[in-house]
């Protein structure tokens, strides 16, 4: 009966340390499968931060090209604003002249009637 308890006992202490063995892989395991994870989380946490510089960059572009634009068409509009603002004047001055040219018209019909009588 000893020998059998013996055994048993040996059978019991060869079976803790197999598991022992076991839990350590086990615990390698998680520690190393941990540390990629950890590693995998840095690498997506950098790779968000680039990608977040990059479309700060393309905002600020978007909103540099949209300003350029209503300068732009803040200088196309006054340049078009001056070309109206002279063509009406050109426009008055040829009324102007117009009025004076039918004037001089009536007068010259006027004074050829009164040589004709």
């Given amino acids: 009966q000893l020998a059998a308890a013996?055994?048993?006992?040996?059978?019991?202490?060869?079976?803790e340390a197999e598991l022992a063995q076991r839990v350590e892989r086990?615990?390698?395991?998680?520690?190393v499968s941990h540390a990629q994870q950890s590693s995998e989380?840095?690498?997506l946490e950098q790779e968000v931060r680039v990608r977040e510089e990059?479309?700060?960059?393309?905002?600020?572009?978007?909103v540099e090209?949209?300003?350029?634009s209503l300068e732009t068409g803040d200088k196309e509009?006054?340049?078009?604003?001056?070309?109206?603002?002279l063509a009406h004047e050109?426009?008055?001055?040829?009324?102007?002249?117009?009025?004076?040219?039918e004037r001089?018209?009536?007068q010259a019909n006027a004074e050829a009637a009164g040589l004709v009588q």
């Fill in 6 to 15: 013996e055994k048993k006992v040996a059978a019991g202490k060869a079976r």
């Fill in 26 to 31: 086990l615990e390698t395991t998680v520690e």
């Fill in 41 to 43: 989380i840095r690498r």
């Fill in 54 to 62: 990059r479309i700060h960059v393309v905002e600020q572009r978007v």
């Fill in 65 to 68: 090209t949209q300003q350029r």
């Fill in 77 to 85: 509009k006054e340049s078009l604003t001056a070309r109206l603002t």
């Fill in 90 to 101: 050109s426009l008055h001055q040829m009324q102007s002249v117009i009025a004076n040219l």
């Fill in 104 to 106: 001089e018209k009536a």
